[in-house]
T-cell receptor
Framework: KQEVTQIPAALSVPEGENLVLNCSFT??????LQWFRQDPGKGLTSLLL?????REQTSGRLNASLDKSSGRSTLYIAASQPGDSATYLC???????????FGTGTSLTVIP | DAGITQSPRHKVTETGTPVTLRCHQT?????MYWYRQDPGHGLRLIHY???????DKGEVSDGYSVSRSKTEDFLLTLESATSSQTSVYFC????????????FGSGTQLSVL
């Protein structure tokens, strides 16, 4: 069974800092990997989707990379802002079945 | 934002009572999913549907049933609620081809007392 891990579970940084969130998975047989943001009491919002054939995706201040062979993805946030404070989750979609496997998330706090 | 509506948003019920949660989408997406989110476990798939009347189990399906009689509606039923089913329940949708994004509703907070 696919296992998805996100470390650290929580991260606190001063405003303006660049930061990296990590996601690792045990089975490299994936269709894609998706990064989500979740605000307290809310649903998940899709940030970036990387197909298995891609190396990275960018959206504004966000850049996600994928190294399928090593089972790792990173989400890079440039020039962090207090509004970036949220929990960030990654999920991989396996080749078999129709299952998404989620990490437990990294809770990010950006201090003004 | 994807047009996904979950109802109710909050519910408190007693052990042993039946509970039905509703997910309604306006995107005409083929795939619909029910997840539960619990501290320390992340999101876990309960059931999913790949078309009208076509459903399949996820990793935590025991104690839950689903129905999809229309493309836009996906119902999750707890036949006899237990305290272990206290959780936040999320509905999600995707177009279906395996390369598409997953979109989520706002969730239902369910408390079983």
């Amino acid at each position: 069974k696919q296992e998805v891990t996100q470390i650290p579970a929580a991260l606190s940084v001063p405003e303006g800092e660049n930061l990296v969130l990590n996601c690792s998975f045990t089975d490299s047989a994936i269709y894609n990997l998706q990064w989500f943001r979740q605000d307290p009491g809310k649903g998940l919002t899709s940030l970036l989707l990387i197909q298995s054939s891609q190396r990275e995706q960018t959206s504004g201040r966000l850049n996600a990379s994928l190294d399928k062979s090593s089972g790792r993805s990173t989400l890079y946030i440039a020039a962090s802002q207090p509004g970036d404070s949220a929990t960030y989750l990654c999920a991989v979609r396996g080749l078999v079945g129709n299952q998404f496997y989620f990490g437990t998330g990294t809770s990010l706090t950006v201090i003004p | 934002d994807a047009g996904i509506t979950q109802s109710p948003r909050h519910k408190v019920t007693e052990t042993g009572t039946p509970v039905t949660l509703r997910c309604h989408q306006t995107e005409n997406h083929r795939y619909m999913y029910w997840y539960r989110q619990d501290p320390g476990h992340g999101l876990r798939l309960i059931h999913y549907s790949y078309g009208v009347k076509d459903t399949d189990k996820g990793e935590v399906s025991d104690g839950y049933s689903v129905s999809r009689s229309k493309t836009e509606d996906f119902l999750l039923t707890l036949e006899s609620a237990t305290s272990s089913q206290t959780s936040v329940y999320f509905c999600a949708i995707s177009e279906g081809h395996r390369r598409e994004k997953l979109f989520f509703g706002s969730g239902t907070q369910l408390s079983v007392l």
